[in-house]
């Protein structure tokens, strides 16, 4: 499970696809309860999602994170330094004339 932005997700193993799939629980239409066995995984989560915003992330692990810095008025820099877009955010320039983070 990953929570973001206050909504929730299932983060599973797709076996057909061999791969990991997002699933949104508000967009869950039905489910179907089998006998259908399976080994859980050990699977960090916190660890998949470590570079990315929110549940968006490439499929390819090859794709490195970019930095990316945002310059904006101190004004609208106290909402950036209050609550933060990602947990890597810093500010790197904080004055009467510009607030500036690098995430």
Known sequence: MK????RWYLVGE????????IFGLDRV????????????AIFDVAAYFYHCF???????ETVKP?????????????YFK??????TQEV?????QETGVGL
Do not use: C, W, Y
């Open 3 to 6: 929570e973001f932005n206050h």
């Open 14 to 21: 797709d076996i057909e696809k061999q791969t990991i799939r």
């Open 29 to 40: 239409l039905s489910l179907d309860i089998t006998n259908r066995k399976f080994e859980p």
């Open 54 to 60: 929110g549940i968006i992330r490439p499929d390819e």
């Open 66 to 78: 970019a930095r990316v810095v945002l310059s904006m008025t101190p004004f609208k820099g106290r």
């Open 82 to 87: 209050s609550l933060p877009l990602h947990l």
């Open 92 to 96: 790197l320039i904080d004055n009467e």
